[in-house]
């Protein structure tokens, strides 16, 4: 499957994916209806998973492409110019004049409990004539790598156009829904975690055992290959039938936000440069590895001098 990318001459990863801001302030405990707690720590992060995935790859010396929509306003701007600053092209990144920029507003408290209230905006309103737009982006793609931030039609006709260009079509199904089965015939690597194997399979996730049964089904439903990210366990795939586990590397995790995202980063770079299937893992397990023990997001992922033997 990955030497299929380097022959032909393609190396691009294209991501088609969500951009938010995020907004992260902690307290003392959640606040109850009708109060007014005095917070600490506010930050401003770059976040939604589309532009974390982008970021994971380009980081790791991938040639990345992002497409997606911004607002007309300040975060959109900061967004646009952080890609640009991590090497990221932005031709397919446009902006919308009747919505802002998705957000993300996030209290922590000392417990490690978060809420997470989004407001999508502007990632609600990529288009699939935004796709058609970008077909010169997607004829020079080896991957394309995709998550569920962005409006399900646009994804369809996004991993349509990815196969008619000869790409391989990535999905990470995060956040977890069900997946009409026009998109998941053109999807050639399914990335889940436990919970959405479980969502997207219907077959309950509740130990390591239950996973093949859910593998399998999901393949049934036209997807070539799937693995199952497993946390700090690392991940899992079949190959030739036979259950394949990759572990991920001890260590002492801080914050797991944006883990899942640097692993598919990861993994897609690895993919293009020809490794295997195992062997992408592996990188991607090292990548997601490394990220745990730092905190945020985009802030927390890796450099390629940073886990490479």
């Known amino acids: 499957m990955t030497n299929m990318l380097i022959t032909k001459g393609k190396n691009k990863i294209v991501v088609v994916g969500s951009a938010n801001m995020d907004m992260v302030i902690s307290a003392s405990h959640f606040p109850h209806p009708g109060e007014t707690l005095t917070g600490y720590?506010?930050?401003?992060?770059?976040?939604?998973?589309?532009?974390?995935q982008a970021v994971a790859a380009a980081r790791l010396g991938a040639d990345v492409s992002f497409i997606g929509k911004v607002g007309n306003d300040s975060f959109g701007q900061?967004?646009?110019?952080?890609?640009?600053?991590?090497?990221?092209?932005?031709?397919?990144?446009?902006?919308a004049e009747d919505a802002p920029t998705g957000v993300a507003i996030i209290t922590t408290v000392p417990s490690g409990e978060n809420t997470i209230i989004i407001e999508p905006g502007a990632n609600a309103k990529l288009t699939t004539e935004d796709i058609t737009q970008a077909k010169d982006i997607f004829a020079q793609a080896?991957?394309?790598?995709?998550?569920?931030?962005?409006?399900?039609?646009?994804?369809?006709?996004?991993?349509?156009?990815?196969?008619?260009?000869?790409?391989?079509v990535v999905l990470n199904p995060a956040p977890a829904a069900p997946l009409p089965a026009e998109l998941l015939l053109n999807v050639d690597l399914l990335i889940p975690n436990e919970t959405e194997a479980a969502t997207i399979s219907g077959i309950e996730v509740a130990t390591d055992e239950d996973i093949p049964a859910a593998m399998e089904r999901l393949q049934a439903l036209g997807v070539q290959d799937v693995i199952v990210t497993?946390?700090?366990?690392?991940?899992?795939?079949?190959?030739?039938?036979?259950?394949?586990?990759?572990?991920?590397?001890?260590?002492?995790?801080?914050d797991t936000t944006a883990a899942g995202d640097t692993f598919c980063g990861a993994l897609c770079t690895a993919l293009t440069q020809g490794k295997t299937l195992p062997e992408a893992m592996h990188y991607g397990c090292?990548?997601?590895?490394?990220?745990?023990?730092?905190?945020?997001?985009?802030?927390?992922?890796?450099y390629k001098e940073e886990i490479e033997d």
């Not at 720590?41 to 974390?52: I, Q, S, Y």
């Not at 900061?78 to 092209?89: A, F, K, P, Q, W």
């Not at 590397?249 to 801080?254: E, H, N, P, T």
């Open 41 to 52: 720590g506010f930050m401003t992060n770059h976040g939604g998973k589309g532009a974390n």
């Open 78 to 95: 900061s967004t646009i110019e952080m890609l640009r600053n991590e090497g990221i092209d932005v031709s397919g990144l446009t902006v």
């Open 142 to 168: 080896a991957i394309v790598l995709m998550q569920l931030e962005t409006p399900i039609p646009t994804l369809i006709k996004a991993a349509e156009m990815a196969k008619q260009q000869g790409a391989y």
């Open 230 to 254: 497993l946390g700090s366990k690392g991940a899992c795939t079949t190959i030739d039938g036979k259950m394949v586990t990759v572990p991920s590397r001890k260590v002492d995790a801080v």
């Open 286 to 302: 090292k990548a997601a590895a490394v990220s745990v023990t730092r905190r945020g997001a985009q802030m927390s992922m890796p």
